[in-house]
C-alpha cells in the first residue's frame, strides 16, 4: 500500500500556477509535520516546504518563499501546495513526506517519512 499520493502536477508556462496535493492513506499523517521536496533534473531531492501538525506555522526554502503557499486539511489527510509565478528552476518531481525543519533553515525528511512516486512539474520558458 503506497503511504502517499501526490497529485497536480503538469506542464505549465513561466509565471504560471500549479497546486499539488497529497492524499495520506489511513491516519498516516496524524501527528506528523508534513513537507513537500522536489527533485530536479540531475540533482538531488531538497526540501522546499513543511507544515506543522497544527497547519499554523510553515517554512520554506528561500527559492519559493513568496511564491509557495503549503497548507492542510487534516480531516482530508490531505497537505497541499499552491505555486504560483513558477519558474523554470522549479521543474522536477515533487513529493511529500513527513518533515522537520532544523535551526539553519533547511527542511528534511523526518525519520518516519515514507515516499509516494511523486507528481511531475514542468515550466516552460
Known amino acids: 500500500q503506497v503511504p502517499v499520493v501526490e497529485s497536480g502536477g503538469g506542464l505549465v508556462q513561466t509565471g504560471g500556477s500549479l497546486r499539488l496535493s497529497c492524499l495520506g492513506s489511513?491516519?498516516?499523517?496524524?501527528?506528523?509535520?508534513m513537507g513537500w521536496f522536489r527533485q530536479a533534473p540531475g540533482k538531488e531531492r531538497e526540501g522546499i516546504s513543511c507544515i506543522t501538525w497544527s497547519g499554523n506555522t510553515a517554512w520554506y526554502d528561500d527559492s519559493v518563499k513568496g511564491r509557495f503557499t503549503a497548507s492542510r486539511d487534516k480531516g482530508a489527510n490531505t497537505v497541499y501546495l499552491q505555486m504560483n509565478n513558477l519558474k523554470p528552476d522549479d521543474t522536477g518531481v515533487y513529493y511529500c513526506a513527513a518533515c522537520v525543519s532544523v535551526a539553519s533553515g533547511i527542511i528534511l525528511p523526518s525519520s518516519v517519512a515514507k515516499w509516494g512516486q511523486g507528481t511531475q512539474v514542468t515550466v516552460s520558458s
Open positions: 489511513g491516519t498516516g499523517f496524524d501527528g506528523l509535520a
